[in-house]
Structures are given as C-alpha cells and as structure tokens.
C-alpha cells in the first residue's frame, strides 16, 4: 500500500508515503544519538561541569556577561549622559507618581532608587528604565485607599466636636499597605520566573495592553483632578470607583480653590507649550530639555519666596527627611488580603517591561530572556519593598529617553539612581514648599501619550474587528471595575475570542494546481482544479473537543452527502428487510411441516412421494378431484390461497432409519397466485436452504448487506475523502472519536476515508487514544495530500482525463 502506484493515464515517479511506508524508513535510521534514553536525559541533566556552571551563573547574573565587556571609550559617556537625564526626569515623575498611589513624595523617590540598582544586576534589556510608572501607581493608590481610607483616621479635635484626620498615622500604615503589596507581587514574579513561566505574558495581547493602560490613565486623571482643583474627596475602590469619585468631584466643583486652580493651569500652560517646543526642535538638541525638573525647580522657588501655602492656604509637599529609611520586615498579615492585587500587579507590571524591552532588543539586535526578566523584576520588587518602595515597571517616557540620547547598557540606569541618591541624601528638603498642584499637572500632561491610544479605535476598526472588539471590552471592563477585576475579565474575554476563533474556523474543499503538488481552497483560487471522485477537506484550526461537532457539520455540507440521514435510511430498509425474511422464515417453518404431514400420509398410501405429482394434485381443477381436495383438509386450501411467494421443499438426500432426511425449500415468486414450482425459474443463487426434518427444525438464512446504491434512493460520485490535517498540532480524546466516526460512517456508504499532513505528535496521539485497529490502519494515513491522492486514483484504477492532463503535465516537466 505505501510504495508507488500507477494509475491508468498519468505515471507516478515516486513512492506514495503513508504511515506504514514512513515507519518502514525510519526503523532502517539509527535515532539513537538523537533520541537518547531517559536513563542519559536524567544524567546529563545532573552532570555538572564548569561550563554549565558558568553558563547558569551568567544566566542568574547577566552583569557578569557584559560588565567584563564593557568599554569605557564607547560605552561611558553615552551611558553618562543618558543616566542624568533619566534621573532628572525620576525626580518629578517619581514624586507625582507618588500622589497615584496616595504615598508621601519621598517614596516615590525611594521608588526610583533601590528598584533601578536591583536590576542593573539582574536585567537582561539594555535600555528600559526601571522606577515609578503611571498605571501601577494607580494600582498602588487604589489598594491603599481601599485598605487605609481617611475615615480610618480621624481623631477629635482638643476640647471640640470636630474631627480630623490623622495624617501621620495614616500615611504610615498606607507605606506599610503598599510595601506588603510590593513585596508579595515581586515574590510572585520570581517564582513564576523560576518555573520558566514568562510566555504568562503573551496572554496580554497588545490590542488589550493598550487599552488597559488607556483605562488606567482615565482612573490617573481622575485621581488626580481633585489636587487639579483644591477639592478634598474621597477617593472610593471597587466595581464603579471611578463613577462615584467623578460624582463627588463634579458635586464639589463649586468648592474650587481657585488659587489652587491657578497654579494648576500656569503649570499645565507652561509643561504643554515646552514639551511641544521640546520635540519640534529635539533633533536639533544632544539631549531634552528637561521640562518638568524646569518646572518644580521654578514653581518651588515661587512658592517659596511668595509663601503660597501660609499666605493663599496652597497644598504643598511637606516635609521631605533627608537621608535613607531603614529598611523593614513588611507585614505579612496583610497578604492575605492584598494577594489579587498582588498578582494583578505582578502580571501587568510583567507585560508592560517585556513588551518594551522586547520592542528596543528588536531594534539593536540583542535577545531578552522573558523568564529572567520576570526574575529581574521580581526582585526588584522584592528588595524595594523592604525600602518601603511600591510597584514598579519599565517607563515608557523615560525609556525612550534613555534610549534616544544614546543610552547603551544599563549603567545608565545605574547613573540615574546616583541622581536620585544625591537629590534623596542632600537636596530633598528644597522641595518642601513645591505645590502638589504642579505634581498633579506633571501627572495630567505625561498622560498625554496614553490618550493618544484612543487612535487605535480607527486603526483596529480597519485592520481587525475582533482585536476592536478585545480593545472595547477591555477599555470598558477596566473603567467600571476597579484596576484589578478589570483586568481579570479582560483577559477572560480575550482567551474566549482566541476559543471562539478556533471553534468556527475556516472550512474549505481543496483543488490541485496544475503541474505541482499543491492542494489550494477551490473557493478563492481559480486556477485548481477539482480531483475527480476525492473530496479534500481542509480545517484552518486544529480539531479539538470544542469544534468537533462543527467539524463533523462542515465535513457533511462540503462532501454533500448528509451521512445521517443515508444510514438512517439505510437502517430502516434493512430493518424492514429483517422482519420480512423473519416472516417468510415463519411461513416456511409452517408449510414445511405441513408438507411433512403430507409426505408422510402419502408414504402410507403409495410409499413414494413426488412434488411435481402432488403439487398438481393441488392444483387441478374439476370435480373429479374435488374429492382429493376436500381429503387434504381444510389447511392445505388455506395455504394455497394465502401462498406469497412463499417457499416449496423437496428431498435432497434418501431417508434414514431413524426417521430423518434433509429437505431444501425453494423461494417462489412474489406474486400471490403463482405457489407452483413454474416459479423456481425465477430464483436467484443463495435463494435456498437446507433444512432438518425434526420437530424443532429453524431456518438459518444470512441477512444481506443493503446497500444505499441498490436501494436507489442517492447517488453520488465521491469515492474518498480526504482530511488534511496538516494544521493540526494536538487531538484530544473526543476529537478521535469523531474521526472514528467519520471513517465509520462514511464507510457504510462505500466512501473510504483518509487522512494526509499528520504532525508526528498528532500521530502518537492516535495510537494512544485506540484510534487504530484492523477496519482504521495506519495504511489510511500519508504524509502529504498528494500521496493521498496518488494512492486514491491508483486504487480505483479508474480514468480521470480531467486529472490526467495536468498530472502528465507535471511528470514531464519534471522529466
């Protein structure tokens, strides 16, 4: 069955390869080198020699790679100027961003420190920028506010009424929320890295990262709007916080501080006209004008020098320790009810650093380690939020930055971190008197870019409805429920799209290209043509348990015959089949007993018995014989009269003495009126059987095969079918049971079914699920499409002029 075949009009110069051809080549190839045993697997897994030990050092400690390598010459002033002007933008960002997660300022410059000096060591991009950021920090904000709100903390004013809330207290445990939260999403992230999960992110599509950080920025904005306008709200957690603050902001809009409100637009005037002027003339300029350090450094000097907090009641910083924090134990009782948010962390943290370090290694031509990022990060959480440091990822403004003024390696971030050092150790208490309207402003215009995404609706309605639809659901899901429960059904629903896409795939019915070994879909290619007698059905999915029945529907509606309906068919013509050989069974049984009793009273009256002679008898007219008829009794007219095609016996072999002898009965024709041996003409071959004489004599009868073409009820011209599973990576257990049933079912109407492009994997889940057996071997299985048809056409052994031309086309142009 597997080596080559001639067809009748057309040569082939090649064995056909099927599954039992394939494991005959195989086994006369020595796999042993390259398959090797368990046994050698487990050994050279636990060998341990000095380049593996190096290798798995380097791997944990990617700075032992590259800081041997490093050139001072080529690398060091880039990387320097890089890292200062990274680290000027740490410091506003990292004390706006602080606000986000309802922090004091001076966290967030802890914030842009120890994580960045933990991921020199083990971060594998060269140009990411590791500290605060956007969207965790509203994360951050919104598990403080939900675990420390201000009600918490208020205490009575001396000798009134009146309460207050307790600032100190309060920002205290909210630094022990968020570091708890930290340290539990970093401990994740390592363990995931650990155990080599880094493709978690992949779930993340772009389409849904970008809407995500979208939402986010709507929640940033409104977080912030109150330090916009001078307003005092609360801010509210879970499913529609953002609704309920957007309402308490709108019903206290007539209670604006209208200073506050001043400073507020001055700054945003200022930020949007020099970042403006900043791009317009960026390739003019070494490095970028660095705007927001401009505009603390300017709003702090006014604030200073005109008293806008004592003389115009102007929220501002506070005071802000000189010096490093001690590091702490964070309180473990606070896992359990930070654990979501923790993960919610760990994972988008995850998505946004990999996606951007992925996005610069492409463009300089180096390669990331996704599981080794994952660890990176981790730590970084992991050791910063024993710094009481919150959650930190990759900046998209910052990395650009560190990137585009020629930033090689990470010692640039290392430069960064001694700027925010430096500003942490001496020049912190200068930014007491900053207005904490000019961070909210920082915070409002950085998010900018983010709002820019909306775009993307446009862009995706014309590339991709369903990636719309994923950008909509996820924008929507994350601006009504809080961050976290936002993002869980937001990749809920994506997962969904991709089970939904695989359940309703493309079917088609291919056609061979002319002069090649190529099979394309019939409907969107007019050069092909159809194989005359085959059926080539294609999935554009795998078949799994999802879509096994719609594969089987589609199958039914290409081929065009509705098997269902023809073996119901079939069933039912052979049921009535069976129940009138049951009733000529029984009417047999009755007249040959009958005859019987005939035979032997004709014995005792003559001895020797003829059928011809008795049968005549029966059937003479006239009164002359009347008497005769009246002597066989009233039964034998009966069955006369009732005879329906029915059957007639005669002696095949001489009595015995013990009173037995075998009698053939022979089928009459089916005309009511004709029970004369005149009809044992008209029988067929197979129409007789052999009979006992005892008084429990049965008769024996093969049923028949009906077959669908003899009943006349369809017919077709399709021959085989063939199934291309070439897109198939896995079948699962249900699946096989289909593709049991399909070769079963097609075989009851004669059509033989075969499979072609079968993935080795997919094979040996075959055998593992019993798909095979004597009816379904591995004969019905080939490498390609065009061994299958090969075999299809040489087994039919049939002429197909419509196929011959372009086959014999194809053997003489390769002759």
């Keep these: 069955m597997g080596m080559g075949r001639k067809a009748r009009g057309y040569r082939v110069e090649r064995d056909v390869l099927d599954e039992q ?13 390259t398959h090797p045993s368990l046994t050698k697997q487990l050994k050279e897994s636990f060998r341990c020699t000095v380049p593996r030990l190096k290798r798995s050092v380097v791997g944990c400690l990617p700075v032992l790679y590259w800081l041997p390598r490093y050139s001072i010459w080529d690398y060091g002033m880039p990387d320097l100027i890089s890292g200062i002007s990274v680290g000027i933008m740490h410091l506003p960002q990292g004390m706006a961003y602080a606000l986000l997660a309802s922090l004091p300022p001076v966290f967030g410059l802890y914030t842009s ?79 995931l890295g650990l155990v080599k999960f880094g493709f978690v992110g992949t779930y993340l599509s772009e389409p849904l990262v970008r809407a995500y950080t979208t939402a986010a920025a709507a929640h940033a904005v409104v977080a912030v709007i109150a330090q916009l306008f001078g307003l005092s709200t609360t801010r509210f957690s879970g499913p529609l916080s953002l609704v309920y603050t957007l309402v308490e902001v709108c019903s206290k809009l007539p209670q604006t501080h209208l200073p506050t409100l001043a400073v507020s ?35 702090t000097v006014i604030s200073s020098y005109t008293h806008l907090n004592g003389n115009y009641t102007i929220s501002v910083v506070g005071e802000i320790p000189s010096g490093l924090a001690a590091p702490r134990l964070p309180d473990a009782s606070l896992f359990k009810e930070v654990m979501g948010d923790a993960f919610a962390l760990a994972i988008v943290g995850y998505a946004i650093s990999i996606s951007l370090g992925k996005t610069f290694a492409l463009k300089h031509g180096y390669k990331v380690d996704s599981n080794q ?112 429960m936002g993002l869980g059904a937001s990749i809920t629903f994506a997962v969904l799209t991709v089970i939904f896409r695989t359940q309703l795939p493309k079917y088609s019915v291919l056609g061979h290209v002319p002069g090649t070994e190529l099979y394309l879909d019939m409907e969107t290619h007019r050069e092909v043509r159809e194989v005359p007698g085959i059926t080539i059905f294609h999935s554009s999915a795998t078949v799994y348990f999802a879509n096994a029945d719609l594969y089987l529907e589609a199958l039914k509606g290409k081929s065009g015959l509705d098997i269902s309906k023809m073996i119901i068919y079939k069933r039912r013509q052979e049921a009535k089949q069976r129940r009138r050989d049951k009733r000529a069974e029984r009417r047999a049984r009755r007249e040959a007993k009958r005859q019987k009793h005939a035979l032997r009273a004709a014995e005792q009256k003559t001895g020797v018995f003829s059928v011809e002679e008795a049968a005549g008898q029966w059937k003479e007219p006239g009164g002359g014989d ?81 077959s669908l073409g003899s009943l006349g009820k369809w017919t077709w011209d399709i021959h085989s079918i063939i199934l291309d599973l070439s897109t198939a990576n896995f079948i699962d257990t249900v699946a096989i049971k289909t593709m049991r049933n399909i070769f079963h079912d097609f075989g009851e109407i004669d059509v033989t079914v075969y499979m072609a492009g079968c993935q080795m994997s997919v094979v040996e889940q075959l055998e593992l699920g019993g798909f095979f057996s004597e009816s379904i071997t591995k004969g019905r299985l080939f490498a390609t499409v065009h061994d299958a048809v090969l075999h299809c056409l040489g087994h039919q052994g049939t002429s197909m002029p419509s196929y011959e031309y372009s086959l014999e086309m194809q053997c003489s142009t390769k002759l």
Aim: proline share 3%; hydrophobic share 45%; aromatic share 8%.
């Design 265 to 299: 637009g001055v700054s945003m005037v200022f930020l949007i006209a020099a970042k403006e002027i900043n791009s317009a003339i960026s390739a003019r300029l070494p490095v970028p004008i660095p705007v927001e350090l401009i505009t603390i450094v300017a709003a």
């Design 113 to 191: 420190l120890y994580p960045a000096l933990v991921y020199f060591f083990f971060g594998t991009s060269r140009h990411i920028s590791i500290g605060t950021f956007a969207v965790l920090s509203i994360m951050v904000g919104s598990v403080t506010e939900r675990l420390a709100p201000d009600r918490n903390f208020l205490v009575m004013l001396n000798g009134t009424n009146l309460t207050e809330v307790n600032i100190t207290a309060r920002d205290s445990y909210r630094v022990q929320v968020a570091a708890a939260t930290t340290v539990l999403g970093g401990l994740i992230q390592v363990v």
């Design 626 to 706: 009347g008497d005769r008829e009246e002597s066989l009794g009233d039964d034998q007219r009966g069955w006369c009269g009732r005879e329906n095609g029915t059957v007639f016996v005669m002696p095949t072999t001489p009595r015995t003495p013990d009173d037995q002898c075998s009698w053939e009965y022979l089928k009459g024709s089916k005309d009511p009126d004709c029970a004369t041996l005149g009809a044992v003409s008209e029988l067929q071959d197979g129409d007789t059987t052999t009979l006992g004489s005892s008084s429990e004599d049965t008769l024996s009868r093969e049923l028949d095969k009906v």
């Design 373 to 484: 990022e994952l660890v990176a990060l981790g730590l970084s959480n992991a050791v910063g939020g024993f710094f009481q440091c919150y959650a930190v990822c990759s900046s998209m403004s910052r990395s650009l930055i560190q990137e585009s003024t020629g930033g090689k390696t990470q010692m640039a971030g290392m430069a960064s971190a001694v700027i925010v050092l430096v500003t942490v150790l001496k020049l912190g208490p200068l930014f007491q008197e900053l207005p904490k309207a000019v961070l909210a402003a920082i915070v409002f215009v950085n998010l900018k870019g983010m709002f820019k995404q909306y775009y993307d609706i446009i862009t995706l309605w014309r590339s991709s409805k369903v990636d719309l639809v994923v950008w909509l659901v996820t924008w929507v899901s994350t601006l009504l429920f809080n961050l976290d």
């Design 21 to 33: 051809r394939l494991e005959e080549l195989a086994q006369r190839m020595d796999y042993s080198d």
